[in-house]
Each structure stands twice: as structure tokens, then as C-alpha cells.
T-cell receptor, first 119, second 114 residues
Framework: GAGVSQSPSNKVTEKGKDVELRCDPI?????LYWYRQSLGQGLEFLIY????????KSGLPSDRFSAERTGGSVSTLTIQRTQQEDSAVYLC?????????????????FGPGTRLTVT | AQSVTQLGSHVSVSEGALVLLRCNYS??????LFWYVQYPNQGLQLLLK??????LVKGINGFEAEFKKSETSFHLTKPSAHMSDAAEYFC????????????FGTGTKLQVIP
């Protein structure tokens, strides 16, 4: 079936502009994650959505960053007043919590990412 | 809280040689451990995962990893490198049971020399 998709694949914007990045998770996946991947920095957790629970926003670097997940499916990451340090690849992943007994086992399926360049 | 440390941001091996990518973890609870691979201009793909069953875990493309609690390690190995293995590899850890945020390492770029 279809994997996680993200759009746009590339985005160039001017400093100070707002940008919206979109993620379409795998159908039926209840969990959705946003990460930022900067050169040489590994993966930086940004935000996590799980079903109807309050999102875990602990990774958002500043109040310029926000994310929504509408109807438990599509998610949008918004960066307001972009800065050059926001330039990175933004990755989205989804997962389906599952497993046996009390042990929950899950793996994340990643989209191809959106490369954001702030000039 | 959990964390992982990947030793070596770049590793070079000759084609046909052993691949060894190192990962050490820190976790206050029994961990789940993962290895992901990222090919150029692509998203991450799960290679294998440890979820407290067998300590030797086999994954795709001939990779395997062994969970060693005494050494807090989860090193990734492959007996014979192939050119197509050139990619970036990420080790990740989470706590077990319920939602636990996955924490990724900084990655190791593997170069395979013909």
C-alpha cells in the first residue's frame, strides 16, 4: 500500500516568511511524528501525535513552530517567521501501535522528507 | 530518559569486508532498540529491531545486531559489505510499554570502497 507522503519535496523561502509542510501518514496509523534533520545533527524530535491524546510538543524548538493533525490523519507543520537556522530536512513518520500482552511494539515508517531552505 | 551514542560519524569498508557500526545506549527502563537506514535523498527505513525477545536480531539485507545488556550495546554487523550498503545508519532507542518517544543517534555514514 501507499507509504508516508510529504509535500512539498523542496521548499525555498525568504527569511521572515511562513511555511507549511504537509504529511500524509499511512492509512490507519494512529501515531504521527515530526523530526528535523540538520546536516551532521542526526534526527531531532519535534512533535508527536497519538490518536485523540494531547500531542507531545516537547521537541518544538520555539513558539514559531506549531503542528496540527486534522481528523487523526493529515498533519501540517507550520513555521512562522522563518530563520536561516530553520533550514533542514523535515521528516514525518507514522506508526501503528500494536503487540501482544502488555508490551507494545511499534516501528516508524518515514516519508521522504521536505527539504527547507531559508534564504 | 533514553539516549544512544553512535561511535564514528563516518565508516569506510572495502567491498566484501565486515561491516561493524557501533551503538551504545542508555536507558533507565528496559529498552527497545532499532536500526534504521537512510539512502541518499530518501526517508529512513527500518533495518531491524530488538524488543526483548532474542538478543540476536536479524534484519533485512543481511544485517544483524546483538543486544548486550552488560555492555549496553546494540552494534550492527554484516559479514560482507556490498556497494549498495552505502548509506547513513541510525541507531534508536525507546522505552518499552506504552508510548515512549524514540530517540535517535546522530548517524553513521557508511562508505563502501570497491
Amino acid at each position: 500500500g501507499a507509504g508516508v507522503s510529504q509535500s512539498p519535496s523542496n521548499k525555498v523561502t525568504e527569511k521572515g516568511k511562513d511555511v507549511e509542510l504537509r504529511c500524509d501518514p499511512i492509512s490507519g496509523h494512529t501515531a504521527l511524528y515530526w523530526y528535523r534533520q540538520s546536516l551532521g545533527q542526526g534526527l531531532e524530535f519535534l512533535i508527536y501525535f497519538q490518536g485523540n491524546s494531547a500531542p507531545d510538543k516537547s521537541g518544538l524548538p520555539s513558539d514559531r513552530f506549531s503542528a496540527e493533525r486534522t481528523g487523526g490523519s493529515v498533519s501540517t507543520l507550520t513555521i512562522q517567521r522563518t530563520q536561516q537556522e530553520d533550514s533542514a530536512v523535515y521528516l514525518c513518520a507514522s506508526s501503528l501501535l500494536g503487540g501482544s500482552g502488555h508490551r507494545l511494539v511499534y516501528e516508524q515508517y518515514f516519508g521522504p522528507g521536505t527539504r527547507l531552505t531559508v534564504t | 530518559a533514553q539516549s544512544v551514542t553512535q561511535l564514528g560519524s563516518h565508516v569506510s569498508v572495502s567491498e566484501g569486508a565486515l561491516v561493524l557500526l557501533r551503538c551504545n545506549y542508555s536507558s533507565s527502563v528496559p529498552p527497545y532498540l532499532f536500526w534504521y537506514v537512510q539512502y541518499p535523498n530518501q526517508g529512513l527505513q527500518l533495518l531491524l529491531k530488538y524488543t526483548s525477545a532474542a538478543t540476536l536480531v536479524k534484519g533485512i539485507n543481511g544485517f544483524e545486531a546483538e543486544f548486550k545488556k552488560s555492555e549496553t550495546s546494540f552494534h550492527l554487523t554484516k559479514p560482507s559489505a556490498h556497494m549498495s550498503d552505502a548509506a547513513e545508519y541510525f541507531c534508536a532507542v525507546s522505552g518499552s510499554g506504552g508510548y515512549q518517544k524514540v530517540t535517535f543517534g546522530t548517524g553513521t555514514k557508511l562508505q563502501v570502497i570497491p
